[in-house]
């Protein structure tokens, strides 16, 4: 039995943080409407470095972590929907970056359920012997494409970016089973960087701006709470376990009344999720990895734990993934 498991961690977290009260001072705002609502105290934001900034010191750090060398590196995967350019891939960056030059590079897009999205694709190309190993990251400078005239956004986000190294192991641990997911007719709930097709033979306007994040919070916020529960639900129930067997439970970070929401709805109290909202905000793609290269520094993840991942987002899209430390 072939799988693919989690070697390494890392991250790239702007230094800047930036508090609730460093927002109240340019918006009509306070630290206790955004507490409440989501349970965000502060986020990083970029001083100005663009999003290869972060991945390559992320991809630096799991390959040191790793203890191989970038030569060895053979896929590397990006999950992002902010990446420098349109092209090259934000994964083709981070290889010229850490000199990963036998590595194939792309990206995947599926805003906050990316990570999650690279991590499948990876383990399928692992699984199948294609590559040995491969680098996942999740990253976003979400703070270039937020309207910073839009409270009900821009309070919400972080910038940063994480990740992974996944190697074949001939051991079932690692990821053992997916629930992934879409729904595409969903898709206006949850929108970013609208392209204007304005060409020299068209009457469309000229974008002025990139089209920034709009969001109808409430269907999103009930969409995330539903697909948490049946997609932990499911993974549970597809492997023959229950809660208990779980030490952890990771969610993507975007509100912790969401996660609280999903956990009475559960049965699973809060203390068996992994929280960091309130230091991060919503980092999309980046919040999962984020939160396990986190947890990894602490020591709280054992040889053996299973824990089970989740996220959800713009698409819309979810994943839920069972993975053995
Ligand atoms: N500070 C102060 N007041 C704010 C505010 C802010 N940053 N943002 C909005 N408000 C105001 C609104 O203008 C509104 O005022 P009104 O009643 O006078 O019109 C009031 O607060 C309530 O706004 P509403 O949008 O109804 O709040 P809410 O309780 O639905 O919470 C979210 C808004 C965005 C926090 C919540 O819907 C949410 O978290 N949804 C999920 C979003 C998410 O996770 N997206 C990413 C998914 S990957």
């Not at 349970?39 to 470095?49: D, F, K, L, Q």
Request: glycine residues 10%; charged residues 20%; hydrophobic residues 40%.
């Amino acid at each position: 039995m072939v799988t693919s498991k989690i070697v390494a961690t890392g991250a790239g977290i702007p230094s800047q943080i930036i508090t609730n009260d460093d927002l109240a001072k340019i918006m009509d705002t306070s630290d206790e409407w955004i507490r409440q609502r989501t349970g965000i105290g502060e986020r990083h934001i970029s001083g100005g470095e663009d999003l290869s900034y972060y991945t390559a010191q992320a991809a630096r750090q799991i390959i040191e972590r790793a203890g191989i060398t970038p030569e060895d590196v053979e896929l590397i995967i990006v999950a992002t929907v902010t990446a420098d350019y349109c092209t090259p891939s934000a994964a083709c960056m981070v290889q010229k970056a850490v000199g990963a030059v036998n590595a194939v590079a792309f990206d995947v897009t599926a805003a906050c359920s990316g990570f999650l999205y690279g991590v499948s694709v990876a383990d399928k190309f692992i699984r199948c012997g294609v590559y040995k190993n491969a680098l996942v990251i999740g990253g976003e400078i979400l703070s270039k494409i937020v309207d910073w005239k839009d409270r009900s956004t821009c309070v919400l986000f972080g910038d940063g970016a994480a990740g992974v190294l996944l190697e074949r192991s001939e051991t079932e641990e690692g990821i053992l089973i997916e629930e992934l997911g879409s729904k595409g007719d969903m898709y206006e709930v949850l929108t970013a960087r609208k392209l204007v097709p304005s060409n020299a033979f068209n009457q469309v306007e000229a974008q002025t701006e990139c089209g920034h994040v709009t969001m109808d919070g409430r269907e999103v916020f009930k969409f995330a709470t539903k697909k948490i529960v049946s997609g932990v639900n499911k993974v549970l129930e597809t492997a023959g376990l229950s809660a208990e067997d779980i030490t952890y439970f990771v969610p993507h970070q975007a509100n912790l009344r969401i996660v609280e929401v999903a956990s009475r709805k559960l049965k699973i109290p809060m203390d068996r999720f992994y929280i960091n909202i309130e230091h991060y905000g919503n980092t999309s793609a980046a919040s999962i990895p984020i939160a396990l290269n986190e947890m990894n520094e602490k020591g709280l993840l054992k040889k053996g734990d299973k824990i089970i991942l989740c996220g959800f987002g713009g698409g819309l899209t979810w994943g839920t993934l069972l993975v053995q430390w």
